[in-house]
């Protein structure tokens, strides 16, 4: 190391000697050799480079996660897994019943995992008479506006809406479906305490659900015009669940998954005004239609 020191000193006096200036020196091959960026030094630019793009790819996933949005749409039903074919085995209508006990609706349609719709489930709810798009768009926005809560959830299904609040924002005309105006459909889960605290004093608990039977807090409330609900598919839910018509009409179709197409059939039903229907919207694969006529106004939740 010591040589090489010496002989660099040596080699710049002698250059000093020959007063030649800096342009000179930069002409030299040496120089040149050295400003060129050798193999190395590429080659740790590069890495460096890959490693602040996978490190900002990380970043990007990891938010996303955290925010619980997709990266990419992957039908919930794909990774479902077979289905028993009894639950739909022999089933060809759903029932419609009445004044029925909590043992019957439990042994009778929830333990095998029957639909039934339950004539006078809603019957006498304050919620009948009250509950409209106007109720709705009055409780949501005279409430203080919170932060996103990324559990809340929202449907637009064929519409533009992005979310509830731009539903509360449409005409009178349209909220109204009068004539000449855009058809509407959406649905949302109330993850609002404060909302779910004034919703809660104009429905009951269903009367056919057993004390033993834990009822979710209303957790989803769908409406809409006439025309296409929800498209065929089967929910991403762990319970069964009933939802309660308050206005107008809704027909469902229950079809039987893929692995029991050849073992069971395709049933449809109208559930009318006051009517509840109970199913396992999890094992049941469903699509709705909202019959001509007023606004369709449902409200529904999870019991175990």
Not at 278 to 300: D, K
Request: include cysteine.
């Amino acid at each position: 190391m010591e040589k090489a020191e010496d002989r660099l000193k040596t080699i710049l006096e002698k250059w000093k000697a020959t007063k030649a200036g800096d342009a000179q020196f930069s002409k030299l091959d040496v120089f040149v050799k050295l400003q060129k960026p050798s193999v190395c030094s590429k080659s740790f630019v590069l890495f460096g480079l890959v490693l602040v793009g996978f490190s900002i790819l990380v970043w990007y996933k990891l938010e996303a996660i955290l925010n619980k949005e997709c990266l990419l749409e992957v039908p919930g039903s794909v990774l479902r897994p077979p289905e028993y074919c009894e639950i739909c085995r022999n089933v060809t209508t759903i029932d419609k019943v009445e004044n029925i006990s909590p043992e019957s609706f439990y042994y009778d349609y929830v333990k095998p995992c029957k639909p039934v719709i339950v004539k006078d489930g809603a019957l006498g709810w304050e919620a009948m008479k009250l509950f409209s798009f106007d109720f709705f768009k009055h409780v949501y926005e005279s409430l203080p506006e919170k932060r996103t809560n990324t559990r809340c959830q929202f449907f637009p299904y064929q519409t533009e809406f992005r979310s509830l609040k731009e539903v509360f924002n449409m005409s009178s005309a349209r909220a109204k479906l009068e004539p000449g105006e855009k058809n509407w459909y959406i649905g949302f889960n109330n993850c609002n305490d404060e909302a779910g605290q004034i919703l809660k004093q104009y429905y009951e608990t269903p009367y056919f659900l057993s004390p033993n039977l834990e009822n979710i807090a209303l957790s989803w409330i769908f409406m809409g015009g006439p025309g296409h609900g929800a498209q065929m598919h089967v929910d991403n839910v762990i319970y069964p669940s009933w939802q309660a018509q308050l206005s107008g009409r809704k027909k469902w179709i229950l079809a039987p998954p893929p692995e029991c197409y050849y073992k069971c059939k395709e049933i449809s039903v109208i559930v009318e005004p006051g009517e509840i229907i109970a199913l396992n919207t999890n094992r049941w694969y469903h699509q709705t239609f909202v019959q001509p006529g007023e606004i369709s106004i449902t409200i529904g939740s999870e019991f175990f």
